[in-house]
């Protein structure tokens, strides 16, 4: 339900009482990943998406059913062979879907509050709720946030070593950015029957810094926005480096690369792109940025810049293993001219590049068309390998 936080946040400041479907697993070419939502409120206005239009009606009713009896709701939708009028995924696939209530007087709108703050402010957070086993527990629900230590908010009322169990797993969970489910023994061992456990991640979005001011650069900016990240656009030079030039720009640096990259903050997500096309400047960034536990590291220029430039590398110490993780010239074979074009090419290496992609065409291919790279699979904690 964190894909729409901030919707839900509104709703839970005005009171309003409501219901959240959330899918839970999917199978097949599902189009829809673990963590996506459709939200119903009392009124019976409806916010999200479980599924791109198949069984949204179906979900809508169970929906406002959580609303009416007050409980949650496990519901499993597939494609059916025998009735072409069933509800069903008419693109093969199938999906579980959760469905928990969140009424004023429900125990859970607490927890699902201060998850949905933590995610409208930016900062990370994980919710937990079981999806399967005791009746009772279906439903309930915990939440972490790095900053409370090993404390958390909520609970299952059942058993503290479950609760904080599940509250270790999720904040593992959590710094891996993932959404997924986990397999927990009723009293947070191997010793008792599983839970099923939903685990949702909110962080704030990855970062993209763009190294290199030109008209490229703005392109890509818009493509980066597009795709969800932060994105700063660095340059040393301030008669390029300017809000009017890069309006859709979070952040615009006048600094030399290498230093800036130096100061900042980057992490497994963040992705580097540089384009400033001059060694003076490509060189110190590269030999740093290779260095670096980033995402991505992709660089500007024909394929002669590309040899001269590594040349230049090995010449300050970067070793061949960490050559191997630059992407130039950046980008894929989309025979790009203009700006657009470019950044299209180079946002279309990157997401191949985050999901596991090849970046060939679908057409003709036998490759999976939804990669399942940003789930994590249902796994038993303490079971014996």
Same mark, same amino acid.
């Given at each position: 339900?964190?894909?729409? &936080? ?40 409806? $916010? ?31 494609? =059916? ?22 009424? =004023? ?16 402010? #930016? ?64 009293? %947070? ?24 001011? $030109? ?82 590291? #992709? ?31 950046? #980008? ?19 997401? &191949?590049?985050?999901?596991?992609? !090849?970046?060939? !065409?679908?057409? %003709?291919?036998?490759?999976? $068309? ?14 014996? &390998?």
């Amino acid at each position: 339900m964190l894909d729409i &936080a901030e919707e839900l946040h509104r709703w839970v400041e005005q009171g309003r009482d409501f219901a959240v479907a959330t899918v839970v697993a999917v199978g097949g070419s599902a189009p829809r990943q673990p963590g996506a939502a459709l939200a119903v409120a009392a009124d019976g206005t409806a $916010i999200g998406s479980v599924s791109g239009g198949c069984v949204e009606g179906a979900v809508y009713e169970l929906c406002g059913q959580a609303l009416e009896d007050g409980e949650s709701i496990l519901e499993r939708f597939g494609y =059916s062979d025998d009735d072409a009028f069933a509800v069903g995924l008419t693109c093969g696939g199938v999906i579980d879907i959760l469905v928990t209530p969140v009424r =004023s007087c429900d125990p859970v709108r607490p927890v699902v509050t201060a998850a949905l703050e933590a995610a409208v402010k #930016g900062r990370a957070a994980a919710l937990a709720r079981i999806v399967s086993g005791p009746r009772e527990l279906v439903g309930r629900a915990l939440v972490v946030r790095p900053e409370d230590g090993p404390a958390y908010d909520g609970g299952f009322g059942a058993h503290p070593e479950l609760d904080r169990t599940v509250a270790a797993e999720a904040a593992a969970v959590l710094d891996a950015g993932r959404t997924g489910t986990l397999e927990i023994g009723e009293q %947070g061992s191997r010793c008792e029957a599983p839970l099923t456990v939903l685990v949702e991640s909110s962080v704030p979005p990855p970062r993209m810094i763009v190294f290199g001011a $030109i008209d490229f650069a703005s392109a890509l900016v818009r493509v980066g926005k597009f795709l969800g990240y932060r994105v700063t656009v660095c340059d040393a030079r301030p008669v390029f480096a300017t809000r009017a030039r890069f309006p859709d720009a979070d952040e615009i640096v006048v600094e030399w690369p290498h230093k800036y990259l130096e100061r900042t903050e980057v992490d497994p997500r963040t992705v580097l792109c540089v384009l400033t096309h001059d060694a003076k400047f490509d060189v110190p960034l590269l030999r740093l940025a290779l260095k670096l536990p980033v995402a991505y590291i #992709g660089a500007m220029g024909s394929r002669r810049t590309h040899l001269d430039r590594n040349d230049r590398l090995r010449q300050v110490g970067v070793t061949e293993l960490e050559l191997t993780r630059l992407r130039s010239p950046i #980008g894929l074979d989309l025979g790009a001219r203009t700006p657009e074009e470019t950044a299209l090419s180079i946002g279309a290496e990157i997401v &191949a590049n985050r999901r596991g992609g !090849s970046g060939v !065409s679908l057409a %003709g291919a036998h490759t999976p $068309i939804h990669h399942d790279g940003a789930a994590v699979p249902a796994r038993r904690i303490g079971s014996v &390998a």
